[in-house]
């Protein structure tokens, strides 16, 4: 049917072509949204001068949980007032969930919010009001080596408006409370029964 | 260089295919990961007889915010005991963004934990201990065209072992306090900054 072998080397060559463009389409189109969903765009940047910028789309990352110290429990002003809602990357939590460990570049952000209530028609207790603030944690071996565990603090405020950008805080400051008193990698999951479902093995 | 008209026909006809099945293709990859994370595979099922299956993957979908009804608030005995984990699955999540509106076929998942300690290097306060309960909302405006709002309620039970499957609540024991004290279309929004934060033209 073919008038030569010409013929066939140039269909050949289209079909091949289009097959790459195709192979191209889908490599481009799944990588970034279908392997974590926000964690490319959402993931955090550091400024020039080595500060870092407010984590943005950490709201869509994974929940981990959420510890409570209400003013009222804290003679009226908690260290972190007062709901901390915490979350991770969803790279590093696919990467928890195989390994039971937290990758080099996990991101955990802890975002606060106060008590707005403490009645509902669900009963008595604690109820979330407005944001007041946003702390963020990394784990880095190289950024910061330094850092016990290679886990840095930063935090953007207890109090709106919240900094652009800040410094890690020192060691003192969060990384020994955490190494000291967190059960997994300087991560509280005593208190994050998500984290410890998700782990292998786990009951 | 072709040596007749069938062999272009034939050629335009393998080309097109190979289009068709790259299109075919990326439309099999990309809408299950890229639109929507887990959802498509993670949204729920029912069994034959009508019940609700227990949702699975809502740990990975969107965060909305945990009331927190402690039993030593609520004479040993909290409705919803203790913390109330609320999920809401990521493609509804996302029409709620651009809409500020529950879309048909939005689900919310409610996971209670209870409290496993109520002191931590942070503070006083309430800290999550182990799963206990799971509920589920749906709107659903065919399948529950006589619930009002379209809105019906599930509980898998408030104590593990949970029910494998369920039938919904009477609209009596759920639905009504829903529509009369949640603000946003039986949604309690007064109590869930995320969701507040995300709806179009807030503050």
Redesign the interface.
């Known amino acids: ?4 072998s ?2 066939v080397t ?2 050949v060559a ?2 091949v072509g ?2 790459g ?2 192979y191209m ?2 490599k481009a ?2 990588p970034a ?2 392997v974590s ?1 926000d964690a490319k765009a959402a993931l955090v940047e550091f400024a020039p001068d080595g500060k870092l910028k407010q984590p943005v789309g950490y ?2 990352w ?2 981990v ?6 003013n009222d ?2 003679g009226g002003a ?3 007032p ?4 915490v ?1 991770i990357d ?1 790279e590093s ?1 696919a990467y928890y969930k195989k390994t039971g460990e937290f990758r080099d570049g996990t991101v955990m952000v802890k975002e606060l ?1 106060s008590v ?2 403490k009645k ?12 007041t603030g946003l702390d963020t944690s990394i784990k880095d071996s190289k950024r910061f080596k330094d850092e016990p565990g290679y886990w840095a603090y930063f935090s953007f405020g207890h109090k709106y408006p919240l900094k652009a950008a800040v410094s890690k805080n020192p060691a003192s400051a969060c990384n020994q ?1 955490h190494q ?2 967190a059960k997994t990698d300087w991560v ?1 999951s ?5 984290l410890r ?2 782990a292998p093995h786990s009951k």
């Not at 669900?122 to 109820?127: H, K, Q």
């Not at 005593?190 to 998500?194: A, E, I, R």
């Open positions: 049917m073919l008038g030569s010409r013929s140039a269909i289209a079909l289009i097959a463009l195709s389409l889908v189109v799944v949204a279908a969903p709201r869509t994974v929940f949980g959420e510890p409570l110290t209400p429990l804290n908690a260290n972190f007062e709901f901390h809602d979350y969803p939590f919010t707005g209530s509902a028609s669900s009963g008595n207790g604690y109820f979330q009001g407005e944001f409370c000291e008193n509280f005593q208190y994050y029964p998500v479902a998700a």
